[in-house]
């Protein structure tokens, strides 16, 4: 399956080395449309559909696996400096491709606490709006398990 989005997806520890230099931590793929970027005991997953991004953080809890969509959460947070030497045009691989761009500048210059493995951002995460957990796929909990002791 190699069409437009997979090779976004493909492009990902592109947009996301220095993130992963500074903070330690690995790119894999995940699928071919999922890539995560894995630290000790936590992950950041970036999946890409059709016209945009989902960011989520997956942690180890006890003996069980977490997930929860949070991009919209962490947006928020972003500024007009994120949004800085985005790639000008149309289509929905300019969008993403932008979109990544935004996400690798905001988690740098907001996040570095969730970069450096903290969790106790998730308190203010649970108690918003924004809240919501998910179960792990089978292509995520083969990835994970590889990587969470």
Same mark, same amino acid.
Request: charged share 30%; net charge negative; aromatic share 12%.
């Given at each position: 399956?190699?069409?437009?989005?997979?090779?976004?997806?493909?492009?990902?520890?592109?947009?996301?080395?220095?993130?992963?230099?500074?903070?330690?931590?690995?790119?894999?793929?995940?699928?071919?449309?999922?890539?995560?970027?894995?630290?000790?005991?936590?992950?950041?997953?970036?999946?890409?559909?059709?016209?945009?991004?989902?960011?989520?953080?997956? /942690?180890?809890?006890?003996?069980?696996?977490?997930?929860?969509?949070?991009?919209?959460?962490?947006?928020?947070?972003?500024?007009?400096?994120?949004?800085?030497?985005?790639?000008?045009?149309?289509?929905?691989?300019?969008?993403?491709?932008?979109?990544?761009?935004?996400?690798?500048?905001?988690?740098?210059?907001?996040?570095?606490?969730?970069?450096?493995?903290?969790?106790?951002?998730?308190?203010?995460?649970?108690?918003?709006?924004?809240?919501?957990?998910?179960?792990?796929?089978?292509?995520?909990?083969?990835?994970?398990?590889? /990587?969470?002791?």
């Amino acid at each position: 399956m190699d069409n437009l989005w997979t090779n976004i997806n493909d492009t990902i520890p592109m947009y996301m080395n220095e993130i992963c230099k500074e903070h330690n931590l690995a790119c894999v793929k995940v699928s071919p449309l999922k890539t995560a970027m894995i630290g000790d005991g936590f992950a950041i997953m970036i999946a890409i559909d059709r016209f945009d991004i989902e960011i989520y953080y997956l /942690y180890k809890k006890d003996r069980d696996m977490v997930k929860y969509p949070c991009g919209s959460f962490f947006a928020q947070a972003y500024d007009s400096q994120d949004r800085e030497n985005l790639l000008s045009g149309e289509g929905a691989d300019i969008y993403i491709k932008n979109s990544l761009l935004i996400v690798a500048k905001g988690l740098a210059s907001k996040w570095k606490n969730v970069l450096e493995g903290d969790t106790k951002w998730l308190e203010k995460y649970r108690s918003s709006s924004r809240y919501a957990k998910e179960n792990l796929t089978a292509d995520e909990r083969e990835t994970f398990e590889k /990587y969470f002791v």
